[in-house]
């Protein structure tokens, strides 16, 4: 089946600090990948995306490859701030019943402390 | 552009009740899909429409039920309300629904259960 596995939470770090929170995903045919950031009381807002393997997708200073032979798609930030704290998802795009939908590893929580 | 709202932001039910959540998608998008959050089970698909027609339909017993109305606007209906059923309820909507396209949330309604 399809499924995506999440690098267990709560991380917490100091501003400035370098992150990584790692994604490996199982899948069927081709998905497209997916970060996804939840701050507290809000919705899901979509941080990058990349759509085929060895693409990389980047905003904000976040940056994650699409890697098919290791099937992940780790998120990395090289100097993090206060203000990234919040709720990362890693998600995969695949198309289900005839549509496509998606499917979301189980979140990591990121506190920064300054 | 506005982005995708939701209405009602929070609600309290009691069980054996029916809810109706409602979901305006972005100007121009013609897919709607639906998910449920929870802190037990994460994010979990819940079903999707195109075109005032339901494409796919995740693993949800037939108390959850939506449609989607000629304008794309989409409502979900959850009947006999079980205490279970607290969640943040989350709409997300896309241009096509194409492989690799993004899906874009809404803030979501948060469902209480008594």
């Known amino acids: 089946g399809n499924s995506v596995t999440q690098m267990e939470g709560p991380v917490t770090l100091s501003e400035e600090a370098f992150l990584t929170i790692n994604c490996t995903y199982t899948?069927?045919?081709?998905?497209?990948l997916f970060w996804y950031v939840q701050y507290p009381g809000e919705g899901l807002q979509l941080l990058l995306k990349a759509t085929k393997a060895d693409d990389k997708g980047s905003n904000k200073g976040f940056e994650a490859t699409y890697r098919k032979e290791t099937t992940s798609f780790h998120l990395e930030k090289g100097s993090v701030q206060v203000s990234d704290s919040a709720v990362y998802f890693c998600?995969?795009?695949?198309?289900?019943?005839?549509?496509?939908?998606?499917?979301f590893g189980q979140g990591t929580r990121l506190t920064i402390n300054p | 552009k506005a982005g995708v709202t939701q209405t009602p932001r929070y609600l309290i039910k009691t069980r054996g009740q029916q809810v109706t959540l409602s979901c305006s998608p972005i100007s121009g998008h013609r897919s709607v899909s639906w998910y449920q959050q929870t802190p037990g089970q994460g994010l979990q698909f819940l079903f999707e429409y195109f075109s005032e027609t339901q494409r796919n339909k995740g693993n949800f017993p037939g108390r959850f039920s939506g449609r989607q109305f000629s304008n794309s606007r989409s409502e979900m209906n959850v009947s006999t309300l079980e205490l279970g059923d607290s969640a943040l309820y989350l709409c997300a909507s896309s241009p096509r629904d194409y492989p690799g396209e993004t899906q874009y949330f809404g803030p979501g309604t948060r469902l209480l259960v008594l």
């Open positions: 899948a069927t045919g081709y998905p497209s």
């Open positions: 998600a995969l795009s695949v198309e289900f019943q005839g549509a496509q939908k998606l499917v």
